[in-house]
């Protein structure tokens, strides 16, 4: 099955890192050509270097997917070069902790202009290339919070629903242009995305540990991407990763109400112990 992916042309946001970091080893080792983008230069690199003396083709190609012109230059150079552009996966991603009623519209602009406009730059451009070519797979990163509200993390919650909405809207309109579209919902992964992210009220270590029961769920971001490539293979249109994902997905279709009054019940044990006065 994996086979798929040999000598196919493959774009990976936020690949310094994290999941992006695993889809491009995952991809490579199964002897895919990768172009892994990031913001972080140093980082990208080093991760780049590791993986071309381990596996193989893979490149580096430093900017923000915030920036349209250098997401839209990286993007063609790439098609013109290789001929074509098999797969993007729009994986970049950031995340801030706090309440609403703390949180700044500045806040809200940082995490929706990378985690939603840069998923929407990604796809707009790519399938825009894949029409004219007749194929290609655009894989946009949503999240267990693309299914459910989890709380403060609104402006995360918000962006991730986004993408689920523009990701199923794709593939509607891609089904009879030779388009693939599917979105990902990862449930906990053990990454640093929310470690390094900015906690406005929030007690950092209190919130850990007040979310702490949730890493018997996790996985590894090396095992996530192993899924996601499962997944995409098998052209799924969502697919959500870990036991987590899934079982809230299943319980947010069967009863929308019952999962936001056991988010609010979970919320109302912790709330006042993580937070910190302004």
Same mark, same amino acid.
């Given at each position: 099955m994996m086979s798929i992916f040999k000598d196919k042309v493959a774009i990976v946001t936020g690949g310094a890192g994290g999941i992006g970091k695993g889809l491009c080893e995952e991809l /490579?080792? $199964?002897?895919?050509?990768?172009i892994a983008t990031d913001i972080n230069d140093n980082k990208l690199k080093k991760t780049v270097k590791k993986i071309c003396d381990?596996? @193989?083709?893979? &490149?580096?190609?430093?900017? +923000? &997917?915030t920036d349209y012109d250098a997401f839209?230059? /990286?993007?063609e150079d790439t098609a013109? #070069?290789?001929g074509r552009l098999d797969y993007i996966f729009n994986n970049a991603g950031v995340g801030i902790c706090a309440e609403c009623h703390v949180s700044e519209v500045e806040h809200w602009k940082q995490v929706l202009d990378v985690n939603l406009y840069g998923v929407i730059?990604? &796809?707009?451009?790519?399938?825009?290339?894949?029409?004219?070519?007749?194929? @290609? $797979?655009?894989?946009?990163? +949503? &999240?267990?919070?693309?299914?459910?509200?989890?709380?403060?993390? +609104?402006?995360?919650?918000?962006?991730?629903? @986004?993408?689920m909405g523009l990701s199923q809207a794709m593939w509607v309109e891609g089904h009879d242009l030779g388009i693939k579209v599917s979105v990902? /919902?990862?449930g906990f992964i053990k990454t640093d995305i929310f470690d390094v992210s900015p906690m406005i009220g929030v007690d950092v270590t209190k919130w850990l540990a007040a979310n702490a029961k949730w890493e018997r769920f996790g996985i590894s971001p090396e095992k996530c991407a192993k899924l996601i490539l499962t997944g995409v293979a098998k052209d799924k249109a969502i697919i959500p990763v870990t036991f987590l994902a899934k079982f809230f997905w299943l319980l947010a279709r069967i009863s929308p109400n019952l999962i936001l009054? !056991?988010?609010?019940?979970?919320?109302? !044990?912790? #709330?006042?112990?993580? #937070?910190?006065?302004?």
């Open positions: /490579c080792k $199964h002897d895919a050509i990768v381990t596996y @193989g083709r893979c &490149s580096a190609v430093t900017f +923000s &997917s839209k230059k /990286c993007i013109a #070069r290789e730059y990604g &796809s707009l451009i790519a399938y825009k290339i894949m029409e004219k070519q007749g194929f @290609g $797979h655009i894989v946009n990163m +949503s &999240s267990v919070e693309g299914l459910i509200p989890f709380p403060l993390a +609104s402006p995360y919650v918000t962006s991730k629903f @986004g993408v990902v /919902c990862p009054k !056991t988010i609010l019940k979970d919320f109302r !044990t912790w #709330r006042k112990a993580v #937070r910190v006065p302004l």
